[in-house]
């Protein structure tokens, strides 16, 4: 069974950090692309980040482009979200998702999907 469980979520001032994880099972994590989304209530779905396991490459929003780091352990099956100088506008449910892709994040609604974890980002 394919399963994406995230955590790491939580309250934080602004200016602050946290680092999301999101561990992988049940599928072949290093043929994947690993891609970080969030939604913020009354708003859609954005992506935020992608890696692709295998060659390392990676693909930011301009919006968090310098504030984020995405990042795997192979070793753990684990892709991790490191978020700094937090924003309120940062305040969201990220979801981490993965595809079965070597070459680029190709990453959509049926994609393998998380559950969530809440990033709330007070001023």
């Known amino acids: 069974e394919v399963q994406l469980v995230e955590s790491g979520g939580g309250l934080v001032q602004a200016g602050g950090s946290l680092r999301l994880s999101c561990t992988a099972s049940?599928?072949?994590?290093?043929?994947?692309?690993v891609g970080w989304f969030r939604q913020a209530p009354g708003k859609e779905r954005e992506g935020v980040s992608c890696?692709?396991?295998?060659?390392?490459?990676?693909i930011y929003a301009e919006s968090v482009k310098g504030r984020f780091t995405i990042s795997s352990d192979k070793a753990e099956n684990t892709v991790y979200l490191e978020m700094n100088s937090l924003k309120p506008e940062d305040t969201a449910v990220y979801y981490c998702?993965?595809?079965?892709?070597?070459?680029?994040?190709?990453?959509?609604?049926?994609?393998?999907w998380g559950q969530g974890t809440q990033v709330t980002v007070s001023s």
């Open positions: 998702a993965a595809e079965r892709a070597t070459s680029a994040c190709v990453i959509g609604p049926g994609s393998n």
């Open positions: 049940g599928f072949t994590f290093a043929e994947h692309a």
């Open positions: 890696l692709i396991i295998s060659d390392g490459s990676t």
